[in-house]
């Protein structure tokens, strides 16, 4: 699982930031194109939903989720790990 914010629907009002045990939020530093300045997010694999989701077949925590007032957080699946070929010429 992997943890996003859609820039879309957030209003940079930073409650997130406040909420997470792991502090994977952090206030953002640059406001995008409608001026909203949206949370960065600092190494989210950390996010306890993205680690043991899959194995508990439930959300985990999902604090920032329920308190985001623009329902702007959400989890996607991430594709399975496919190992490549790559060629090397000498
Ligand atoms: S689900 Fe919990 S641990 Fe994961 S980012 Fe949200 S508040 Fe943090
Ligand atoms: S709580 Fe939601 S709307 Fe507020 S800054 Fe976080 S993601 Fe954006």
Redesign the pocket.
Known sequence: MRLQ?DEH?????????LVCPYRI?KPGKQANRRGVV??ELDRPERCANCRLRNLYGRTLCGT?QM????Q??SWVEEDAHVPKKVAIEY
């Open positions: 914010i629907r957030c209003k940079g009002c930073n409650l997130c930031t939020f949206i949370p920032c308190i985001c007032p623009d702007a957080i």
